[in-house]
């Protein structure tokens, strides 16, 4: 069992960043990759960003590349979605998985992430 908090989420201006937080506890050496999701209202889940637990290795969705950076703090068992140049279509709740399953790639699909935080708000103003 993994369990996962996000924090950070928050109400900014388009242009704005905000810093996401995801912090796991539990059985955290069964982690393979982390994932950031986000489900807008009316709209299902969708990938935004991914990291290897072990090689740090980065996937992202091509609305977000240049402007949203993943990264991971092995030793806090924290993934990290540092959000620049933030436009209202970004505007989303935002969600934490993992993918338990050793691999050599971050998987896109929400079926593969076994465990979900309580999901984060990110609201982007025009």
């Known amino acids: 069992q993994v369990q996962l908090v996000e924090s950070g989420g928050g109400l900014v201006q388009a242009g704005g960043s905000l810093r996401l937080s995801c912090a796991a506890s539990g059985r955290t050496f069964s982690v393979y990759a982390m994932a950031w999701f986000r489900q807008a209202p009316g709209k299902e889940r969708e990938f935004v960003a991914g990291?290897?637990?072990?090689?740090?290795?980065?996937v992202y969705r091509d609305s977000v590349k240049g402007r949203f950076t993943i990264s991971r703090d092995n030793a806090k068992n924290t993934a990290y979605l540092q959000m620049n140049s933030l436009r209202p279509e970004d505007t989303a709740v935002y969600y934490c998985?993992?993918?338990?399953?050793?691999?050599?790639?971050?998987?896109?699909?929400?079926?593969?992430?076994?465990?979900w935080g309580q999901g984060t708000q990110v609201t982007v103003s025009t």
């Open positions: 998985g993992i993918d338990s399953d050793v691999g050599i790639f971050v998987r896109r699909s929400t079926s593969a992430y076994e465990y």
């Open positions: 990291i290897t637990w072990a090689g740090g290795s980065t």
